[in-house]
C-alpha cells in the first residue's frame, strides 16, 4: 500500500481541481447525447485530457466518439474506464421536484453518465498531477479510455473486440448511486438483436391470399417466444419490442415488420443456445407465414467478472477517505426528492440496509433509511452471483482485472433511469461524490503502483474466474455500431 502522506496529497490535487470536473459533469448533463451520438460530450472530455498534457486517440474500435487519452510510458498500464452518454425520453429540469421534462421527448442523464465520465477525469488527471509532481512524470501509464453507448449499444464490447484494452495491467471505474460501496457482483451477460420479418402487402379485403404478412410472422414468434420462457434456465430474461409493426393501414398487408429482442443469463455461455432457439423459432414463424426474416445485431455484452483483489484495494481506499458529510442544505434538498417517492419505499431501503449491516438492528436500519442521503461506507461484500442487469464493463472485465465502486450521488431511495436523477444530476450531492469516486479510483491505481504484488495477485486471480476460458465478442465482426 501507499504512503498515506502520498494518498494525501493525491486527494488535495484532485482537490485543487475540482472545479474542472464539477463543471464538465454539469455541461455533459446538459447535452444529454445518446448511444454514439456524443460529438459535444466526448469533445469535452477530449479536450479537458489534451489541455491536462494527455495525448489522444480518437475513433477507437472505428467509433468516432470513442477514444484513448494516454500519460506516461513505463510502469503498469492503468485502465481508466469513462461512460457519459445519455437515456432517451428522461428530459428532465434541473432541482424541479415534480416531473417536468426541459424538452418533449429529449433525452436526459437518469443514470449518471455525466458525473461518472467526470469522476474518471478527475482520476486520470490527478493521478497524473501526482506523479508529475512526486515522480518526475513516471512510474505508470495512465490510459483513459473513453466508451460511448453502454446505455444501448455496448461500446466497450466493440472496443474489447477490436483489442482497444489490450496490455492494459487494472482496470478502475465507478458509478453514481444511492449508497457508497463496492460493486461486488457479477451482471447478466446480453445480446440485442433486430429480427426484420419482409412480406408482400396486398389488399386486405379484396385480395388478402395476395400477400404475406410480416406483422403475423412477428405475432407468431413473439407466442412461440413466450412457450420458449418456460425451457430457459430461470435466470435469463427475453424482452422484446415492435420497432416496427408494418405501418398503421389495417386494409393493408404489413410487408415488413421488426422486432428487438434482449437475451440475458448470468453467463455468456448461456445466452448463446438461448439465442440459438430464439433464432429457429423468428425462423419457423417465417416458414408459416410465407415471408422471410433477417437477422440484424445490435450489440452485446459479457457478464462481469468481480476481481476480490483490486476491490479489497479499492474499498481500503474508501474506507481512509472516511464517509460522505453533507449540509444542511444539501440534506434538505434531498428530503425534497426522498418526499416524491412511494411510502412503502422506506422499508424497501430499510431492507437493504439490514441485509447490507447484518449485525444491527431493524431500528438502526431503520434510522439509516429514514436519512436523505446516504454518506457511509457500506460494508465489503463480494459474491459471483449477477445482478438484474447488463453492463459493458463485463467485456472490459474479461481483458484485466477490474474494480468498481458505487458512490452516492442521489437522495435514499430515488432509482436510476428516473426523473429523480435527471433533476438531480448536478446537485452538490451530485458533485461531491464524483470527486469523491474519482480520490477513490486514483488512490487505488498508486497502490498498484506502488505495491506490484497487488496487480500480480489480481491477475492470478483473473484467470482462475476465468477458468481457462478466452474472451470472446459475441457480436459477429462485420457488425459496426448502429
Keep these: 500500500m501507499s504512503n498515506p502522506d502520498a494518498k494525501r496529497e ?6 485543487a481541481k475540482a472545479r474542472i470536473f464539477t463543471d464538465a459533469s454539469d455541461s455533459i448533463w446538459g447535452y444529454a447525447e445518446t448511444r454514439f451520438d456524443l460529438k459535444k460530450s466526448a469533445g469535452l472530455l477530449i479536450a479537458a485530457l489534451e489541455s491536462e498534457g494527455f495525448h489522444v486517440e480518437r475513433g477507437a474500435a472505428g467509433m468516432e466518439h470513442a477514444f484513448v487519452a494516454s ?44 458525473a461518472l465520465g467526470a469522476g474518471a477525469l478527475a482520476a486520470a488527471v490527478g493521478l497524473k498531477d501526482f506523479l508529475a509532481k512526486s515522480r518526475n512524470g513516471a512510474g505508470a501509464t495512465i490510459k483513459f479510455f473513453g466508451c460511448p453507448a453502454e446505455e444501448s449499444g455496448s461500446g466497450k464490447a466493440f472496443m474489447a473486440r477490436d483489442g482497444v484494452f489490450d496490455g492494459t495491467d487494472i482496470m478502475l471505474t465507478w458509478h453514481p448511486w444511492t449508497e457508497t460501496r463496492i460493486w461486488g457482483v457479477s451482471s447478466l451477460a446480453n445480446y440485442q438483436v433486430y429480427f426484420n420479418f419482409k412480406g408482400v402487402s396486398a389488399h386486405a379485403a379484396a385480395a388478402p391470399e395476395m400477400g404475406r ?20 434456465i430461470q435466470d435469463a430474461r427475453i424482452h422484446y419490442a415492435y420497432t416496427n409493426a408494418g405501418g398503421a393501414s389495417p386494409n393493408v398487408v404489413q410487408p415488413n415488420a421488426s422486432v428487438l429482442y434482449f437475451i440475458r443469463a448470468p453467463k455468456s455461455s448461456q445466452v448463446r443456445p438461448i439465442f440459438e432457439r430464439v433464432t429457429d423459432i423468428a425462423k419457423g414463424a417465417a416458414l408459416m407465414t410465407g415471408t422471410k426474416v433477417e437477422i440484424e445485431w445490435d450489440s452485446a455484452c459479457a457478464e462481469y467478472i468481480v476481481n476480490d483483489t483490486l476491490a479489497r484495494t479499492m474499498h481500503e481506499n474508501m474506507r481512509e477517505l472516511g464517509e460522505l458529510k453533507y449540509s444542511a442544505d444539501e440534506l434538505d434538498y434531498a428530503r425534497k426528492y426522498v418526499a416524491t417517492l412511494p411510502e412503502e419505499n ?34 465489503y461484500a463480494m459474491s459471483d452471483e449477477a445482478m438484474k442487469g447488463s453492463t459493458d464493463v463485463g467485456d472490459a472485465s474479461w481483458i484485466a482485472p477490474t474494480a468498481q465502486a458505487l458512490v452516492t450521488c442521489y437522495p435514499t431511495g430515488t432509482v436510476s433511469h428516473s426523473w429523480q436523477w435527471v433533476a438531480s444530476g448536478k446537485s452538490p450531492i451530485a458533485r461531491k461524490g464524483l470527486i469523491y469516486a474519482g480520490k477513490a479510483m486514483a488512490m487505488t491505481a498508486l497502490d498498484v503502483i506502488d505495491d506490484p504484488s497487488i496487480a500480480e495477485k489480481a491477475k492470478q486471480e483473473h484467470l482462475e474466474r476465468l477458468g481457462g476460458e478466452r474472451y470472446h465478442c459475441a457480436i459477429p465482426k462485420d457488425v459496426t455500431p448502429r
Design 10 to 15: 493525491l486527494a488535495a490535487l484532485i482537490d
Design 71 to 114: 500519460y506516461g510510458q513505463d510502469g503498469p498500464v492503468i485502465g481508466i474506464l469513462a461512460e457519459y452518454d445519455a437515456l432517451s425520453n428522461l428530459s428532465q429540469v434541473c432541482d424541479a421536484t415534480e416531473k417536468q421534462p426541459l424538452e418533449a421527448d429529449g433525452n436526459g442523464h437518469g443514470c449518471g453518465h455525466n
Design 213 to 232: 404478412s410480416a406483422l403475423d410472422a412477428a405475432e407468431l414468434m413473439s407466442v412461440g417466444v413466450n412457450y420458449l420462457r418456460e425451457h430457459i
Design 346 to 379: 422506506a422499508k424497501n431501503v430499510a431492507a437493504l440496509i439490514k441485509k447490507s449491516f447484518p449485525d444491527i438492528g431493524q431500528g438502526q436500519a431503520d434510522a439509516m433509511a429514514s436519512e436523505p442521503v446516504q454518506g457511509e461506507l457500506f460494508p
